[in-house]
């Protein structure tokens, strides 16, 4: 009986159990927590690109309201992932190269590559360039729900244009 309960598939299964508990536990923590922090930062907006709509071009507000709507449960479903994704890449980052299970765990070479900046900058340094030039990144699209009522709605869309 005692082999029964720690053999690794009903260890798997229990900790998958304790894990989709402890999430729905810390959602419902979430729900409850108030939705602005107490000292929440001002939230700087960056500005629109260059390619982004004229007012004479826009979609319907419903279809935006979708875009964004889709977007949001896209994201969060992103987010749940990556946690996901993190927490098993915790236990497979420690294993050796081999077969679990019918998984077989193993390495490849990235075919990325990432300036190295520790030496871009002992470069600049010694040859006395001054700091390494940095530029900004893209912008991230944010997308947020307010209340707002339907004529707010479209005088805020006539006055962004």
Do not use: H
């Amino acid at each position: 009986m005692f082999n029964l309960l720690t053999s690794p598939s009903t260890r798997r299964n229990i900790r998958g159990l304790l894990g989709n508990l402890i999430e729905s536990a810390a959602d419902a923590v979430r729900s409850l927590a108030p939705t602005e922090p107490a000292t929440a930062a001002e939230v700087v907006e960056a500005p629109d690109p260059a390619d982004v709509l004229d007012a004479d071009e826009l979609p319907a507000v419903e279809t935006i309201a979708a875009a964004a709507r889709e977007y949001e449960r896209a994201t969060d479903q992103a987010r749940r992932a990556d946690r996901g994704k993190r927490a098993a890449k915790k236990v497979l980052d420690k294993l050796p190269a081999g077969i679990y299970g019918g998984w077989k765990v193993f390495r490849t070479p990235s075919s990325r590559q990432t300036p190295d900046l520790a030496a871009i900058t002992a470069t600049y340094k010694k040859l006395g360039l001054g700091p390494v030039p940095m530029k900004a990144c893209a912008p991230s699209l944010k997308v947020e729900q307010i209340e707002a009522a339907p004529a707010d709605v479209e005088a805020a869309v006539l006055t962004a244009a």
